[in-house]
Structure formats: structure tokens, C-alpha cells
């Protein structure tokens, strides 16, 4: 099915850094979405942007919506051990066919070393 | 705390036998739900929609014979693993949408092992 490209596909961090990740499509999205998935659990919503340009803070997190509505990043300031996990972004939007359905990445891995 | 709850949390089951996940949105009616498949260390795969009321939406390769989706409430949609076998081993994640917020919300999700 059709994906999102997020990169970088995984990370290693020490506690304290910040980290970056991003996300694109060929397609142009109404909603993105990211989540936060830890092991044997369900995504976890973290931020959630609904117009172009938006930007948006969720304690150390601030996700933007790209002005195209074909990217999107998500920064996490001053990582801590807590925060290791997949983060997933999707992209809520109409697909061909005319049915609207979440899009998702393949996620990125966050190790995070004290 | 939790908007989206899915139960049970693991299965484990003999082949043949068929398998019912529940997932109940908590304090929101949702006309749509979903149900995925996660492979390890693979993104969630989209396996089926599921509406209120009406025949759920299967994505293509996804048996609808095998995965029996029932919407029968607008907080609680169903899905049944029959005759499960050993290759439908998997984790499987529902969720609900909020269509005030355009949001999806997902539940724990399902580890399912079908010996």
C-alpha cells in the first residue's frame, strides 16, 4: 500500500540531544498525524496538525505541517531515556479511489543512551 | 489515560480454533474503526474499515471469510480470527476515529499465537 517516506529509519542518541525526523509524500495530506509506539503497545497519538504551515508543541515536541501539505517534521528537544521507541507519522488525506484512510511511515527507531 | 480499549491484550490459541478481539472506543461514539497488522519491526498494514451498521471495507489480499469484522454499536467493533493457523500469528492493533478531530486513536493491540 502506499507510504509515507520518514527518515532517518533510526537513530542513537545520547540523553540531552535533540533529535529531528521527518516526513514526505507524492500526495497532498489534510491531516498528519505522529505517533509514538513503545514494544507489544498500540501508537501512542502525540501531535496532530490540521493546516498548512501549522506549527505545534507538546511539551518537548513541536511537529510543523509543511506548507505544501506533502511533508512534515517532528523535533524532540532535550531527549530523555523515556523517550526511546518508533515514532510513526501519518497522513490522513483522500486517496485515489475516493476513500480516506491514514497513511502511515515505516517509522523511526529512537535509542536514547543515558 | 486511554480513549481507545483493546481486548484481550494476548492470545494463544490452537490451530483451527477462531479468535475474537474487541476494541471499544471509550468516551467517543466512532462511526469508523480500523483494524491492522503489524509485522515485526514493520509499520501497521491496513487490513479493513469497519462502519457502523454496515459491511466493513477490506483492503485487497486481506480474506474477508477469514477476518470476520462486526460494527454493531457506534463504541465497539469485533474482529474474529477463523480458523486461525499458524501464519496468522500477529500483532493486531484496532482503532477508532474521532471524526470531531480528524484523529485516530489506537488501541494496545492484540498479540495473537496460533500454535
Known amino acids: 500500500g502506499q507510504q509515507l517516506n520518514q527518515s532517518p529509519q533510526s537513530m542513537f542518541i545520547q540523553e540531552g540531544e535533540d533529535v529531528s525526523m521527518n516526513c514526505t509524500s507524492s500526495?497532498?495530506?489534510?491531516?498528519w498525524l505522529w505517533y509514538k509506539q513503545d514494544p507489544g503497545e498500540g501508537p501512542v497519538l502525540l501531535i496532530a496538525?490540521?493546516?498548512?504551515?501549522e506549527l505545534t508543541s507538546n511539551g518537548r515536541l513541536t511537529a510543523q505541517f509543511g506548507i505544501t501539505r506533502k511533508d512534515s517534521f517532528l523535533n524532540i528537544s532535550a531527549s530523555i531515556p523515556s523517550d526511546v521507541g518508533i515514532y510513526f507519522c501519518?497522513?490522513?488525506?483522500?486517496?485515489?479511489?475516493?476513500?480516506?484512510?491514514?497513511?502511515f511511515g515505516k517509522g523511526m527507531k529512537l535509542t536514547v543512551n543515558p | 489515560g486511554a480513549v481507545v480499549s483493546q481486548h484481550p491484550s494476548r492470545v494463544i490459541c490452537k490451530s483451527g480454533t477462531s479468535v475474537k478481539i474487541e476494541c471499544r472506543s471509550l468516551?467517543?461514539?466512532?462511526?469508523?474503526m480500523f483494524w491492522y497488522r503489524q509485522f515485526p519491526k514493520k509499520s501497521l498494514m491496513l487490513m479493513a474499515t469497519?462502519?457502523?451498521?454496515?459491511?466493513?471495507?477490506?483492503e485487497q489480499g486481506v480474506e474477508k471469510d477469514k477476518f470476520l469484522i462486526n460494527h454493531a454499536s457506534l463504541t465497539l467493533s469485533t474482529l474474529t480470527v477463523t480458523s486461525a493457523h499458524p501464519e496468522d500469528s500477529s500483532f493486531y492493533i484496532c482503532?477508532?476515529?474521532?471524526?470531531?478531530?480528524?484523529?485516530?486513536?489506537f488501541g494496545a493491540g492484540t498479540r495473537l499465537s496460533v500454535l
Open positions: 501519518a497522513g490522513l488525506g483522500m486517496l485515489q479511489g475516493g476513500s480516506e484512510k491514514l497513511v
Open positions: 496538525l490540521y493546516k498548512a504551515g
Open positions: 469497519s462502519n457502523e451498521g454496515s459491511k466493513a471495507t477490506y
Open positions: 500526495s497532498i495530506f489534510n491531516t
Open positions: 482503532s477508532a476515529r474521532r471524526s470531531s478531530r480528524n484523529i485516530q486513536y
Open positions: 468516551d467517543f461514539q466512532a462511526t469508523t
